[in-house]
């Protein structure tokens, strides 16, 4: 059974898209997977060991380029390897109009089916037209978990039932894995950063937090010049601390990785260190706990939700006993 799974952005998605693979190939150990990924995600994808191929897309960079001759060779290059098998399922488990055309351009074999949702969970960029594509359309309850909803897809087309929970299928960190940069000795990170301001967890609290991990190291890492500042400022407040140089996003994997503690906002790099089954405290401000959370592990610690964000007591209580059980 050759599989194809389409599935290109955000990094938090393809993350909690992984355990689709895991249950396939535990249904059906000699199924062959490939994945659909935009270029900066492939790294996160190939991870897994249970992908076969990943394809990847670089929709962003391309429509920028189309009247260079190099990326329309790439095009073409991606439009082949697309076809260049026929797959017994396509699922698009992202819903989009973009997804849709991925799903509606690769070959199925005769009787072979292309499968994706029927609706959107609340708040998801959905797009319904994207049903078009689709052979077959499979209906989830609006407020369907993000790792539940790619799993119960696969289920209701494949005919299995979920009993177990989500593996991501990725590594266990190695001793001699890690970077240049990153301390020898156990750390915490704090992934601080988020794109939407309302999602930000108060700077006093992580610097309350911060001063109750001392000694332990804490490691800031930032993704634009705001966020730099805002690490630096805590890094100003917290002598334990340390800011980051910008990581790539494999090297920012890794951070995730290898931490003692990851501490985050709902974010992807948070859920990364949950998906590791790094000890993870999710903090939950302005986003809806039941669209993330952390559920499948006692190594990860989920608090708050939309319009209760926790406060550093609980914080610190919490972060302490994840140290405390590992």
């Given at each position: 059974?050759k599989?194809?799974?389409?599935?290109?952005?955000?990094?938090?998605?393809?993350?909690?898209?992984?355990?689709?693979?895991?249950?396939?190939?535990?249904?059906?150990?000699?199924?062959?997977?490939?994945?659909?990924?935009?270029?900066?995600?492939?790294?996160?994808?190939?991870?897994?060991p249970?992908?076969?191929?990943?394809?990847?897309?670089?929709?962003?960079?391309?429509?920028?380029?189309?009247?260079?001759?190099?990326?329309?060779?790439?095009?073409?290059?991606?439009w082949?390897?697309?076809?260049?098998?026929?797959?017994?399922?396509?699922?698009?488990?992202?819903?989009?109009?973009?997804?849709?055309?991925?799903?509606?351009?690769?070959?199925?074999?005769?009787g072979?089916?292309k499968?994706?949702?029927?609706?959107?969970?609340?708040?998801?960029?959905?797009e319904?037209v994207?049903?078009?594509?689709?052979?077959?359309?499979?209906?989830v309850?609006?407020?369907?978990?993000?790792?539940?909803?790619?799993?119960?897809?696969?289920?209701?087309?494949?005919?299995?039932?979920l009993?177990?929970?989500?593996?991501?299928?990725?590594?266990?960190?190695?001793?001699?894995?890690?970077?240049?940069?990153?301390?020898?000795?156990?750390y915490?990170?704090?992934?601080?950063g988020?794109?939407?301001?309302?999602?930000k967890?108060?700077q006093?609290?992580?610097?309350?937090?911060g001063?109750?991990?001392?000694?332990?190291?804490?490691l800031?890492?930032?993704?634009?010049?705001?966020?730099k500042?805002?690490?630096?400022?805590?890094?100003?407040?917290?002598?334990?601390?340390?800011?980051?140089?910008?990581?790539?996003?494999?090297?920012?994997?890794?951070?995730?990785?290898?931490?003692?503690?990851?501490?985050?906002?709902?974010?992807?790099l948070?859920?990364?260190?949950?998906?590791?089954?790094t000890?993870?405290?999710?903090?939950?401000?302005?986003?809806?706990?039941?669209?993330?959370?952390?559920?499948?592990?006692?190594?990860?610690?989920?608090?708050?939700?939309?319009?209760?964000?926790?406060?550093?007591?609980?914080?610190?209580?919490?972060?302490?006993?994840?140290?405390?059980?590992?």
């Open positions: 059974m599989i194809l799974l389409v599935r290109v952005s955000s990094l938090g998605d393809v993350l909690h898209n992984l355990p689709m693979v895991a249950d396939i190939l535990r249904h059906d150990p000699a199924a062959q997977v490939d994945w659909v990924v935009e270029e900066g995600y492939v790294g996160l994808v190939r991870l897994n249970m992908v076969r191929k990943v394809i990847p897309f670089a929709l962003r960079r391309w429509r920028k380029g189309l009247g260079d001759a190099a990326v329309r060779a790439e095009l073409r290059g991606f082949r390897e697309l076809r260049a098998e026929a797959y017994d399922y396509v699922f698009d488990t992202q819903g989009l109009i973009k997804t849709g055309l991925i799903m509606a351009a690769a070959r199925v074999r005769p072979g089916q499968i994706g949702l029927a609706n959107g969970t609340e708040d998801s960029g959905y319904g994207s049903r078009i594509f689709h052979t077959r359309s499979i209906p309850a609006p407020r369907t978990h993000a790792v539940a909803r790619g799993r119960q897809v696969a289920a209701a087309a494949l005919g299995y039932a009993d177990t929970p989500p593996d991501f299928g990725l590594p266990a960190p190695a001793a001699d894995g890690r970077p240049t940069w990153m301390p020898e000795g156990p915490a990170v704090f992934f601080h988020t794109a939407r301001d309302a999602k967890w108060p006093r609290d992580w610097i309350a937090l001063q109750a991990l001392a000694p332990l190291t804490v800031l890492p930032w993704g634009s010049p705001r966020e500042s805002d690490a630096e400022a805590l890094a100003a407040a917290l002598p334990n601390a340390r800011v980051l140089p910008r990581l790539p996003m494999m090297e920012a994997v890794a951070l995730a990785r290898h931490a003692a503690l990851a501490v985050g906002v709902d974010t992807g948070t859920h990364i260190a949950a998906a590791f089954l000890p993870t405290l999710e903090l939950y401000v302005d986003s809806p706990r039941w669209k993330t959370e952390g559920n499948w592990s006692p190594r990860i610690v989920n608090l708050g939700d939309t319009g209760a964000a926790p406060d550093a007591a609980q914080a610190i209580a919490a972060a302490r006993g994840l140290l405390e059980r590992t």
